[in-house]
């Protein structure tokens, strides 16, 4: 890969980095060898804005293509080489349950949002979340990542996606054409983008909840203007007979 030398921050004279730093081709092998971490790519944007600027563009384009290779070279295979919404947010989509807060998206009670070690997308799951008309979308939705035993509210399952090439999908067109609304306060967690409820649109599909496990009427999601995916559902609890297999 052939990238460009800077040795000097050129964001703000006031920046720490007054004696300049490594070249992007230094930072690029040593975070090649620590594997991409995203802690590490995360504290390494903390320290300058030329910092931050070189992992937007190199250091988490390289974390998501090695966590998931296969779901990034067809989020390009249309042409694009850049992911809407960014590498960062991506990379963040892909490590992170953004939970809820009180009086936010979802009308259920406060559950942080936290790091997970690994999180399985499938684009065969995520045919499931698509209205029949718009089945030649591409969208690829995560497992749900459990948080059981949440009071009133039971057991309680976040999902989170991104749909492929999203400017130009039947969804996004459906939305427009239904004149479906944006959110009024709440933004993407990963983004910043403002979000469609899918729900409101009345374009989720029975066969949401069957792939997720869930309550008919207990699934809701959104999908922002970079086509991110964020939704919550309430779990089906598990037979005995499930219950005993696991044993």
Known sequence: MILTKQYRCIHSASCACT???LSEEVIFLVFNQLNWNPKLIASLSCACKWFD????????KEFCKTRAPKMM???QSSGSHSIDGNWR????LLIYCSGCKKDGLFNTSQIPGHFVYRTRFSKTSGN???PPQCRTDVLYVSDPCEHLDQGDDGDVGFFRGIFKSFGTSKVRKMLIKR????HPTEVCPYCKAKLWNMLAAKMIPSS???RLGAYEDCIEYYVCLNGHVLGICTLLP????????EE
Request: with cysteine; proline share 3%.
């Open 208 to 210: 949401a909840s069957c």
């Open 238 to 245: 598990l037979s005995d007979t499930d219950e005993a297999s």
């Open 53 to 60: 600027d070189l992992a937007k563009r190199v250091l988490w």
């Open 73 to 75: 070279l067809d989020l």
């Open 179 to 182: 004149g479906a609304p944006l």
């Open 89 to 92: 947010a991506l990379g963040k």
């Open 19 to 21: 004696k300049g730093h």
């Open 128 to 130: 499931s979340f698509l």
